[in-house]
T-cell receptor
Framework: TQLLEQSPQFLSIQEGENLTVYCNSS?????LQWYRQEPGEGPVLLVT?????EVKKLKRLTFQFGDARKDSSLHITAAQPGDTGLYLC??????????FGTGTSLTVIP | DTGVSQNPRHKITKRGQNVTFRCDPISEHNRLYWYRQTLGQGPEFLTYFQNEAQLEKSRLLSDRFSAERPKGSFSTLEIQRTEQGDSAMYLC??????????????FGPGTRLTVL
């Protein structure tokens, strides 16, 4: 069962545009991670957010954890073709399981 | 250390056959996770080990699936009597659990299983 819903599921944009990906749940998580996955490879961790309301920036990527720790967003500024990939959010409950979102497939067209 | 490795990278088998996958985690990591990912979906948790102990198993893990981590280092995932619905990418991840410090999971490249 997927506890985390991501939107949009697919996104195709031109190079230089901005975009936001959302990760929503009715469950509270102790932490939330964002990954990027390329075809045929395992997910690669981008960031971990732990505190409600936390904002982290990684170059052109901005990650926010909702105040209630149920949702998160990823904003990419001036997207580049190298940003193309599957973006996954994953929430960790108070136990030891990680629940992954449904994924957002991003294509940045040169 | 080159990270988490998985073998084989690809496996094609006929329905009803048994298959075994191997995962070698990052050497100092004490936790090891197995996930399954189907096309267009995020990974689904299957099971995890802390050292050699299997601490949690998902309800998704049927009796045909078994995982071991005999010496607390590498792990194997075996699927018996494979079915076409088992076709997926099987991902392994490892982490260093050192309470209360939170440590991230690092994923291997996965084993893609195709059941004909």
């Amino acid at each position: 069962t997927q506890l985390l819903e991501q939107s949009p599921q697919f996104l195709s944009i031109q190079e230089g545009e901005n975009l936001t990906v959302y990760c929503n749940s009715s469950s509270v998580f102790s932490s939330l991670q964002w990954y990027r996955q390329e075809p045929g490879e395992g997910p690669v961790l981008l960031v971990t957010v732990v505190t409600g309301g936390e904002v982290k920036k990684l170059k052109r990527l901005t990650f926010q954890f909702g105040d209630a720790r149920k949702d998160s967003s990823l904003h990419i500024t001036a997207a580049q073709p190298g940003d193309t990939g599957l973006y996954l959010c994953a929430g960790k409950d108070t136990g030891n399981q990680f629940y992954f979102g449904t994924g957002t497939s991003l294509t940045v067209i040169p | 250390d080159t990270g988490v490795s998985q073998n084989p990278r690809h496996k094609i088998t006929k329905r009803g056959q048994n298959v075994t996958f191997r995962c070698d985690p990052i050497s100092e990591h004490n936790r090891l996770y197995w996930y399954r990912q189907t096309l267009g979906q995020g990974p689904e948790f299957l099971t995890y080990f802390q050292n050699e102990a299997q601490l949690e198993k998902s309800r998704l893990l049927s009796d045909r699936f078994s995982a071991e981590r005999p010496k607390g280092s590498f792990s194997t995932l075996e699927i018996q009597r494979t079915e076409q619905g088992d076709s997926a990418m099987y991902l392994c991840a490892s982490s260093l659990y050192d309470y209360p410090t939170y440590n991230e999971q690092f994923f291997g490249p996965g084993t893609r299983l195709t059941v004909l």
